[in-house]
């Protein structure tokens, strides 16, 4: 209190309460919307779960829990899960890996006394990019291309002249998933090479000449300077990642023979869930898949916010 | 800020707490769930005059709906042919035409809001699923259209006018609701010209068959056989057609039926090991990995002889087919002497679904539309436009049809009575995905047929066992 006259009693109410409005004035309209596109959806899932709704009755009937018993038996939703699993150990690793490679290389992997990228940087840091601008849909129509079995596929087409057998990228259920895996990282380096370049390009020049003078090499500038330094970005990419994980669906669903095949080969969770609500019009059960889904996200969010926990390095 | 009443966190955590606190479907259900289903039930009943000229009395002057697939048929059908007619008829109803390429994804919200079209071409991959329809009592019973006297002739009832499996097709509990307008056939399709050009002949035993594959593996001209590798429905269809051949169309019926074993028996598992002997031997290179299209191109460009399809392939593939490839289509061969059924046996059935929604506001013009449909006029119309056959009797009589569809149609005729079809593929969809995952495996050499048997025979028994969803029978 500036001008240092008692404070009368009631004074502080008041304006608490003005402040209060002011906040809720603020707050009301993102709060509403978040409750009505987000909470409310949320809500609704767990209770259509427990329904045996098919999406179009007026009156759908409750069930219980017997959506979910029936899922615990379901064996192609357990192999989406293991599918799901396996993308969001690999996905975030090779895709972080093959990024602070590129990015390193782009920024201070170049020959030379200096600090600086390899020769023709700028325009590698434009085409990494690329991929990243396209739409998944365009991605996935792309690669089938890429990946046909026969002569004019991009990959099978040389392998067929060489007079060696086309290998079925997409056709042969112990390879289609790591085709689609390639895919995935194949789309999201770029974007990471970008954010880690300009996490690189925010540590002090001086470090990195400082180390040289050490006599550090490439490998030890990398290992002993630019990732500690870039732990905060690596980790919040590492979420990201493990969020889209979780997510895969369009490049499953269009790129695929049999939605997420062949042979549920390549099945994720969130297309087994589309498959069950808009194909078998199963609405209460794929709520109840989509109630799982929710949960092994939660608990990924939280599983990854404890693990990054780390010092922050100052400079 | 110590005396601070409100904080930040405080106020949201609040918030969130009484967005998930709110009663499950009470204040915010506007978004996803089902709404009641009051505005449906408190619509008046929408009679018009009955007269001559409106036999099902529809009210001459509310408009309706009519909603169509814009798939491999295209809409223009709809619009230059079938609503011109409707209209000669009853000039004051207006029409509003609709098309597009997701059925359930434009229409499904409208049936949950209880606010549907009249008429809906119900149908492409994007289709809703019936079985749910019927469940829930949105399809309009179509009887008394069945019984209706016929656009073309007040004296010939419309049942009269139309192929009888198409009714019994079109009924689920016993209540004909849905209309299949097209009529498909399905055999082996080839190019009479690359037959007649390598004296290649039309196959009637499945010996004659496997000795023609293995001629025109050897003549290098072209691989014998495939199919739409990434679609195993294609083949999966064969398989069963065989099937009955084999053993007769009981067959189908308890696999439709989803009977206890149906998947395991003898005519079921013959005629899958001779498909994946032929896939093991006879399929083109890759053939796993395309979808209908690469496969029917590879065919247009003479790379292989043979493949299964229905009869819209001529019309599918008439921007990439030579104008003397010859479309020609054979029925598939006999497969021993025991046969249940003769040679010529085909797999046909009505298909392309229609059904006028129960709780829109006009449903009988709905009714009124599917009789304009089934005029000759409309139907002849129809067949010559879009290359198909029409379940309406005689109505491709006098038309020009393509080679292919001529072919079609006079194995129609030559089958006779002797026509197969199963019914599992729109009762259960996921077990129709099952057995296409399973069927792909079988030609690919991954499955043996035994494993095959089994693993689609559990599904069947799963489905049947699932409370939530619907059982057919026929």
Redo the contacts between chains.
């Keep these: 209190m500036a001008d240092g006259r008692p404070r009368r009693p009631g004074r502080a109410g008041r304006e608490g309460f003005v402040r209060a409005r002011f906040i809720t004035g603020f707050l009301a309209a993102p709060v509403l919307l978040y409750l009505v596109y987000v909470i409310s959806p949320y809500a609704q899932a767990f209770s259509i779960a427990m329904t045996d709704w098919r999406g179009v009755s007026a009156a759908p009937r409750f069930v219980g829990l017997a959506n979910f018993g029936r899922l615990l038996g379901d064996g192609v939703f357990w192999r989406a899960v293991g599918h799901n699993a396996l993308l969001l150990v690999l996905l975030p690793l090779l895709t972080l890996a093959i990024a602070l490679f590129f990015a390193f290389l782009l920024n201070a992997g170049g020959q030379g006394g200096g600090v600086a990228g390899v020769w023709g940087s700028g325009f590698y840091r434009v085409v990494f990019f690329f991929p990243q601008v396209l739409a998944v849909a365009i991605v996935a129509v792309l690669f089938q291309q890429v990946f046909r079995p026969d002569g004019s596929g991009m990959l099978n087409g040389p392998l067929i002249a060489l007079g060696l057998e086309p290998v079925g990228f997409l056709s042969d259920p112990g390879v289609a998933f790591w085709s689609i895996l390639a895919v995935l990282v194949w789309q999201a380096v770029g974007f990471y090479v970008v954010l880690f370049s300009a996490g690189m390009a925010s540590i002090p020049r001086e470090m990195f000449e400082a180390a040289r003078i050490d006599g550090a090499g490439r490998v030890q500038l990398f290992a002993r300077v630019t990732l500690p330094l870039l732990w905060e970005t690596v980790q919040v990419g590492w979420i990201y990642l493990g969020i889209a994980a979780l997510d895969v669906f369009a490049l499953v669903w269009v790129m695929t023979a049999e939605h997420g095949g062949p042979d549920h080969s390549t099945t994720v969770m969130a297309a087994e869930v589309y498959r069950n609500a808009f194909q078998y019009f199963k609405f209460g059960y794929a709520s109840a898949m989509g109630v799982v889904l929710f949960f092994f996200t939660v608990a990924f969010a939280v599983l990854a916010l404890r693990l990054s926990r780390r010092e922050r390095i100052e400079f | 800020m110590a005396?601070?009443?409100?904080s930040?966190r405080g106020?949201?955590r609040s918030?969130?707490l009484?967005?998930?606190l709110?009663p499950?479907?009470g204040a915010?259900?506007?978004?996803?769930?089902?709404?009641?289903?009051g505005t449906?039930a408190s619509r008046a009943p929408t009679l018009g005059a009955r007269t001559a000229a409106n036999p099902l009395a529809i009210p001459e002057d509310r408009p309706f709906e009519v909603v169509i697939f814009d798939g491999g048929f295209g809409d223009a059908y709809a619009r230059d042919i079938h609503e011109p007619l409707f209209k000669k008829g009853h000039p004051k109803v207006a029409i509003k035409h609709t098309a597009t390429k997701e059925i359930?994804?434009t229409l499904?919200p409208r049936?949950?809001g209880?606010d549907p079209p009249e008429f809906v071409n119900n149908s492409g991959s994007?289709a809703?699923?019936f079985?749910?329809?019927a469940?829930?009592?949105?399809l309009q019973d179509l009887r008394e259209l069945l019984d209706a006297p016929s656009w073309d002739d007040p004296g010939v009832k419309v049942r009269d006018t139309i192929l009888p499996s198409a009714i019994e097709l079109g009924s689920y509990d016993g209540v004909f609701s849905v209309l299949n307008y097209a009529n498909t056939v399905w055999g082996i399709w080839y190019s009479k010209k690359l037959f007649t050009a390598n004296d290649w002949e039309v196959p009637k035993t499945w010996d004659d068959f496997t000795s023609l594959c293995e001629k025109i593996k050897k003549s290098g001209e072209a691989a014998p056989f495939t199919y739409a590798?990434?679609?195993?429905f294609y083949i999966y269809e064969t398989i069963l057609t065989l099937a009955a051949k084999i053993g007769g169309a009981g067959v189908l019926t308890s696999l439709d039926n989803l009977e206890d074993g149906a998947w395991k028996a003898e005519p079921v598992t013959k005629a899958a090991t001779a498909f994946a002997d032929l896939g093991a031997k006879y399929l083109m290179?890759?053939t796993?990995?395309?979808?209908h299209i690469?496969t029917q191109t590879?065919q247009n460009k003479y790379q292989v002889a043979m493949l299964p399809c229905g009869s819209w392939l001529e019309n599918e593939q008439k921007d990439s087919t030579p104008a003397d490839f010859g479309y020609a289509m054979f029925p598939l061969p006999s497969f021993d002497t025991s046969d249940a059924l003769p040679y010529g046996t085909l797999h046909s059935r009505p298909g392309e679904e229609s059904f006028v929604a129960a709780r829109s506001a006009n449903p009988r013009a709905g009714m009124e539309y599917m009789r304009a449909m089934l005029s000759k006029d409309g139907a002849g119309r129809f067949t010559e436009l879009v290359s198909t056959l029409t379940i309406v009797n005689g109505a491709a009589e006098g038309r020009t049809l393509k080679p292919g569809l001529q072919s079609a149609a006079a194995a129609l005729k030559t089958a006779g009575e002797h026509v197969t079809y199963f019914r599992f593929r729109q009762w259960y969809?996921?077990l129709h995905?099952e057995v296409?995952?399973?069927t792909?495996?079988l030609m690919?050499g991954?499955l043996k047929v035994g494993e095959w048997a089994d693993r689609i025979q559990r599904k069947s028994d799963e489905v049947k066992s699932?409370?939530?969803?619907k059982k057919f029978t026929r």
Excluded: I, W, Y
């Design positions: 005396d601070h009443p409100l930040r106020l949201l918030a969130a009484a967005g998930l709110l499950a479907g915010l259900s506007a978004c996803a769930s089902p709404s009641g289903g449906t359930a994804k499904q049936f949950a209880g994007n809703m699923d079985g749910a329809l469940q829930d009592g949105q590798g990434k679609h195993p290179r890759g796993e990995g395309l979808d690469q590879a969809q996921e995905d296409a995952a399973a792909g495996q690919a991954r699932d409370t939530s969803v």
